[in-house]
């Protein structure tokens, strides 16, 4: 049976990686995202049903909902969308981004989980597990200076999902985090330095290999098809050039001799 997935994000990134690879492995996908150009490019391209939607909107999501629901339902939400605004220390925070912030990666899936958990109870009921799979970040792990309104955003997405999880003990309801460390793709850190293309560049500079958004949307991929009764909790996927949040190589990786 052809499971069914609804993709948030799906215009760009790791979003629109995940619908292409979801797709490949023989889902029905429908992907979400604001831009209709770019859906409608994905969908004429892949077959990913496009529906559009500003997840900050409880009407919107409502209507998704609504829609999913007329049209066969749904086997997996995969979360992708939200997204950071600004490096601004606490004190210079801008109190306007940092509540898209949270509108954009807390509330957005609190709306997501209350509209379409009885799509996905059914969808349980009829093929023996559904899948609420959310993309957080190593932000939510770890502060830095600069990052407090995406960690503290992060943070409290991630929180959310580990109640859900508890919440939902005894059904046949898959809660997983997948937190990404560095992820090269085009749209993230521009967005997130208001456009500053040589800001975002300089970021990825010297590092060998840094994660692209297809190597996230295999792992995704990866939990939303393992066995139903196997649960990936939370998975930190990094580049190996970045052991920690704060541990960064620049410059080629090489094997050191023991006396270095």
Known sequence: MTRRAVVTGASSGIGEATARELRARGWDVVGVARRAERLTALEAETGVVAHVADLTDGDAVATLAAWLEETGGVDALVHVAGGARGTDRVEDGDPEQWRWMFEANVLSSQRLVAS??????????????????????????????????????????????????????????????????????????????????????????????????????????????APGHVNLDLVTVRPVAQSAQHLLARGPLRVRDARD
Request: hydrophobic share 45%; aromatic share 6%; charged share 25%.
């Open 116 to 225: 379409l958990l009885p799509l996905l109870r059914r969808a349980a009921e009829r093929v023996g597990h559904a899948d609420l799979l959310f993309v957080t970040s190593t932000a939510a792990q770890t502060a830095y200076p600069g990052g407090a309104g995406y960690n503290a955003a992060k943070a409290g997405e991630s929180m959310l999902v580990a109640a859900l999880r508890q919440e939902l003990n005894g059904e046949p309801l898959r809660v997983i985090e997948i937190a990404p460390g560095m992820v090269r793709t085009e749209e993230f850190t521009l967005n997130r330095l208001g456009g500053d293309q040589s800001g975002a560049d300089k970021l990825y500079e010297g590092v060998e290999a840094p994660l692209l958004a297809e190597d996230v949307a295999d792992v995704i991929a990866y939990a939303v098809d």
